[in-house]
């Protein structure tokens, strides 16, 4: 798999709040009840026949109780919706939904969207153009201006940012919609049950992360979005099996949709890699556990939806909550 393919979907996967990083308009539900609860979503909450079959965990302690384990592709498809009754019997019944960021909220409050962005910002004076290569910045700009997305004010951005926008009006263009991603549905669906929604990150904690990325990860993201915008064709195929493999709970198939091929990789883009997948991936998978675990020993019962690759696999939340001795189970109906 080729690094732009790569790193492209792996975004995906796990980190919802860039995924949004050029929405602007949202869609409201005609028959949300007051400005509190409006859906940012233009589907409706669980009615007619459900057609995905999803992956749900139900992860139990010795005292029976009980958190939920959903994965999240964080761009989505009307197609994905209604969820299984076996999903919505579970969130139903759960106390509170928990999420990476609330988004939903997050794109309501223009302060918040001001400050969690500081740490994207150069504060030293420099641009862009001062941290990458001068052919990277005059590709990556004209792929902005391409999307009609550019604007001056983004050279005093770092290049997650650059990297973050096209990489979401990439998806948009190929069929996928941040504002129809499984986050966003659950986190409306909640709102209407007037269920609270629980940040176990914050929209300040993700930008940090990827503006304390080094410089030579950010240029090499910025680097694999530019190739993806200049040729969609690898990564539109891997997102469509992707979210195939989302709707008919296939873990297998949405691992190998973003499968870590790095036999072409140098030994500096593999260490570049590892930084990627240590922050993005591996750290927050043990915080994101942790969360799940304390949740348990309150005996709260939390429906807890965060992006896929959180969740399955070697070194996800299921196996990691299995290792420290709780039971975890698949449930299907």
């Given amino acids: 798999m080729k690094l732009n393919r790569l790193l492209a979907l792996l975004l995906a996967l796990v980190m919802m709040l860039v995924l949004a990083a050029c929405e602007s308009e949202k869609p409201s539900l005609e028959d949300s009840e007051d400005e509190e609860t ?17 992956l749900l965990y139900k992860v139990t302690d010795e005292d029976g109780d009980v958190v939920w384990l959903f994965g ?14 076996y999903v919505a019997e579970a969130f139903k019944g759960s106390d509170s939904l928990a999420v990476e960021v609330d988004i939903v909220a997050f794109q309501k409050d223009l302060l918040a969207q001001m400050d969690a962005l500081k740490p994207l910002l150069y504060a030293d004076g420099s641009s862009i153009a001062d941290h990458i290569a001068p052919e990277l910045y005059e590709e990556a700009k004209q792929t902005l201006e391409d999307l009609k997305l550019y604007n001056s004010a983004l050279d005093y951005y770092c290049p997650a940012m650059w990297s973050s926008t096209i990489d979401s009006a990439l998806y948009m263009e190929l069929g996928a919609d941040s504002q129809l991603g499984v986050d966003v549905y659950m986190i409306n669906w909640a709102y209407n049950l007037k269920k609270d929604v629980l940040d176990i990150e914050s929209a300040k904690f993700q930008y940090q992360m990827l503006g304390g990325f080094s410089d030579g990860l950010q240029e090499m993201m910025l680097a694999s979005s530019v190739a993806s915008a200049k040729d969609p064709t690898a990564v539109r195929e891997s997102l469509e099996a992707m979210m195939n493999a989302w709707k008919t709970g296939d873990a297998e198939g949405i691992l190998q949709s973003s499968d870590s091929d790095t036999a072409d990789m140098t030994e500096e883009e593999l260490a570049l890699y590892d930084e990627y ?3 993005m991936v591996v750290e927050r998978n043990a ?3 942790q969360y799940a675990a ?3 020993e309150s ?3 939390i429906f807890i939806c965060v992006g896929a690759l959180h969740v399955l696999g070697e070194g996800g939340m ?6 420290r001795g709780y039971t975890v189970e698949i449930v299907t109906e």
């Fill in 318 to 323: 299921a196996d990691l909550l299995e290792q």
């Fill in 38 to 54: 409006e859906s940012t979503v233009s589907v409706e909450y669980n009615t007619g026949t459900a057609t995905s079959t999803p």
């Fill in 287 to 289: 915080s994101m556990t």
């Fill in 72 to 85: 999240s592709i964080h761009m989505g498809q009307e197609d994905f919706y209604p969820l299984p009754g």
């Fill in 299 to 301: 005996g709260t019962e």
């Fill in 294 to 296: 304390n949740a348990l």
């Fill in 277 to 279: 997948l240590t922050a």
